[in-house]
């Protein structure tokens, strides 16, 4: 998971303007684990992981979405999700 946070993350315990829906850090996550042949677990394993390493879930805007302080996906990250690529496109 170390990996994954440095690689894809922009990662900052405590910051509460960092910020990221936990449905989509886990799929992240999910897609980088397949990728790298790991097993991604469970979206609960997933989340206690995230509060081990100092991440506070908390309820985000008025739709209440699931989401952890100081973490987001990097722009990048984000750029080829929206361009509907995925890990390993371009091996």
């Given at each position: 998971m170390g990996q994954w946070l440095s690689e894809e993350c922009d990662a900052e315990v405590g910051?509460?303007?960092?910020?990221?829906?936990t449905a989509k850090?886990?799929?992240?996550?999910?897609?980088?684990?397949?990728?790298?042949?790991?097993?991604?677990?469970t979206m609960k394993a997933f989340g206690g992981?995230?509060?081990?390493l100092g991440f506070e879930s908390f309820r985000a805007g008025h739709a209440k979405t699931r989401a952890y302080k100081g973490l987001r996906l990097t722009a990048s990250i984000l750029a080829s999700a929206s361009a509907?690529?995925?890990w390993g496109d371009d091996d």
């Open positions: 910051n509460t303007y960092k910020w990221e829906a850090l886990f799929e992240s996550w999910t897609e980088f684990a397949n990728h790298a042949g790991e097993v991604p677990g992981k995230l509060s081990k509907g690529r995925r």
